[in-house]
């Protein structure tokens, strides 16, 4: 059994080394996805796991596909990009259309992982970036911390944090070069007209609220440079996918 190529159909090796070195970038830029935490109770190594998966996987075909010159992972590969757009487009439209149900998710998430700030040290970080990126404290404001049974005011708590906040709500004091993790400490005892003197007392929903309008254009960029690179690599497999069958059209016996 004997193989002849036409001169005219080949591979472009431009189109297969770039469409690898694209799988390397993209998919190594995106790891950081692995640093999302829980949702609703789900254990943050399910989440870590998941998105590792689908990393693996995608970046296994997209590379060994170009490499391999395998048309089955190539369109695979293909696939699943042209399915990721449509599923972030979709999501963007939906959240857009029912942003008071998207709201409600976001306080419930947070709501639920102010219950659990103390069980998951990555939640606890995720958290107090969030409150001290923002300069906000809760879902709606320092009260929300009542759902923690470490700061609730109730008086069956015996903890030491008990109608406190963590130290991310509080107000930064220049003078001070070593964090204060007890800044917080017994603040909601106080009148809440003093409240402002020593934590945020703006909610991050409300915060959250406030920025998206006015960073839309920052968030619409971000989102149309996320958008290309994926109808880039859309384009590269095509592209290679098209050579391929080129060649193998080019065979004969």
Known sequence: MHY???????????????????NIVFWGVLSDLTKVTRLHGID??????MVGVVMFTLGFAGCVGALRENICLLKFFCGAIVLIFFLELAVAV????????VRDRFREFFESNIRSYRDDIDLQNLID???????????????????????NCSGASYSREKCGVPFSCCVPDPAQKVVNTQCGYDVRIQLKNKWDESIFTKGCI????????????????VFIAISLLQIFGIFLARTLISDIEAVKAGHHF
Request: charged share 15%.
């Open 129 to 151: 970036s969030l409150q001290k990126a923002n300069q906000c404290c809760g879902a709606f404001g320092p009260e929300d911390w009542d759902l923690n049974v470490y700061f």
């Open 206 to 221: 409300q915060v959250l609220e406030g920025w998206l309008p006015r960073n839309i254009y920052i968030v619409a960029g």
């Open 94 to 101: 939906l959240a857009f259309l029912f942003q008071d149900w």
């Open 44 to 49: 943050p190594v399910v989440l870590v796991l």
């Open 4 to 22: 002849y190529r036409y001169s005219n159909a080949k591979v472009s090796c431009w189109y297969k080394y770039l469409l690898f070195s694209y």
